[in-house]
């Protein structure tokens, strides 16, 4: 392993790529894996639960007494000195795609600090791409640094997005969504897997991201390569107060004001504002509508009081 990356980054990275590893092989032979319906259209295979279990010991085994948040094992606390940081782990991101063969998923791993993101890997077994994050040291992508993309045109970008599959997603806000931004990009892609969308969007690949209903350990490592590739990331309404409000919003400066604009209306949070603006302006005032014609840095509004 690299001897640039911080030591606790080190062993994260060894975590995923045991758990990468251990769904490699399970992906040549599916129809003898396990699966189990948690809700409707929510899975979790046993390759969820030994992945989770990889992770675990391989992160413990180093450091014993932090604490574990994990999507299949649940939440436990730090011991000693190790109550400060927290481990929010999702072992396999994009498990319907995984049932299916459909080669798009990941492996999330992020570590909070006293409430703060610090480190952050995302691994994709498929194709062994290897995505890190060190709190102010950059993004990088197999070792070489990562920015998010330079367009500033809402009509030139390519956005990510996930459609709401549970029961109980607001699926007519989501469409009402979907149908005020897909005429206005160039393209809108549905991958199946959000912490593989938010790497993209650090990396470039694509412009923007949004969706509802995510989790902490969906967006947690994702959400330190975004702000560490000089993107924004936050809820709908500009805030950077995402991480367990299910709804995430991320892109370049220039067009994280753009989309805020569009879709802020559509947040939890909009009914919420008592201060006599209206959704549209307060969105207008939001950390990262960056309308002084900066090109997107790690510098826009609203990266400094992130809460990573």
């Known amino acids: 392993m690299t001897a640039h990356l911080h030591p606790m980054l080190n062993v994260a990275v060894k975590a995923a790529r045991a758990a990468g590893a251990l769904i490699n092989r399970a992906s ?3 129809d003898t894996v396990r699966v189990a319906a948690k ?3 929510d899975f979790v295979t046993e390759v969820d639960h030994a ?5 675990i010991d391989t992160l413990l085994a ?5 604490g574990i948040w994990a999507e299949e094992s649940g939440r436990r606390e730090g011991k000693g000195k190790g109550r400060a940081y927290t481990w929010i782990i999702d072992p396999l991101d994009g498990t319907t795609n995984f049932i299916h063969g459909f080669p798009v998923y990941c492996v999330s791993i992020a570590l909070m600090v ?4 610090e480190q952050a890997v995302i691994y994709d077994p498929t194709r062994n791409d290897l995505f890190t994050a060190s709190k102010g040291r950059g993004a990088y992508l197999n070792e070489r640094r990562i920015r998010v993309a330079r367009r500033t045109q809402l009509r030139d970008c390519l956005l990510s997005t996930g459609f709401p599959f549970r029961p ?12 005020e931004v897909m005429p206005r990009v160039a393209g809108v892609r549905r991958p199946g897997s959000a912490a593989l969308d938010l790497a993209y969007v650090a990396a470039g690949f694509s412009d923007g991201f949004f ?9 947690a490592a994702g959400a330190l390569l975004v702000t560490e590739a000089g993107g924004l990331i936050g809820n709908f309404t500009g805030e950077a107060d995402f991480l367990e409000q299910r709804e995430c919003l991320a892109a370049n400066p220039r067009i994280y004001g753009q989309l805020v604009g569009m879709l802020g209306k559509y947040s939890r949070f909009a009914a919420q504002r008592h201060d006599g603006t209206s959704d549209r302006e307060a969105a207008g005032d939001a950390p990262g509508a960056n309308r ?17």
Not at 114 to 117: A, F, T, Y
Not at 168 to 179: E, H, I, K, P, S
Not at 211 to 219: N, Q, T
């Open 51 to 55: 992945a989770e279990t990889t992770i």
């Open 62 to 66: 180093a450091y014993p007494e932090h």
């Open 292 to 308: 002084n014609g900066k090109d997107a840095s790690g510098d826009a509004p609203g990266a400094a009081d992130a809460p990573w």
């Open 211 to 219: 969706e509802m209903g995510l989790s902490p350990w969906d967006v």
């Open 39 to 41: 809700q409707l259209n």
């Open 168 to 179: 109980g997603d607001a699926f007519q806000t989501y469409l009402q969504m979907l149908g």
């Open 114 to 117: 006293d409430g703060r993101l």
């Open 28 to 30: 040549l032979d599916l």
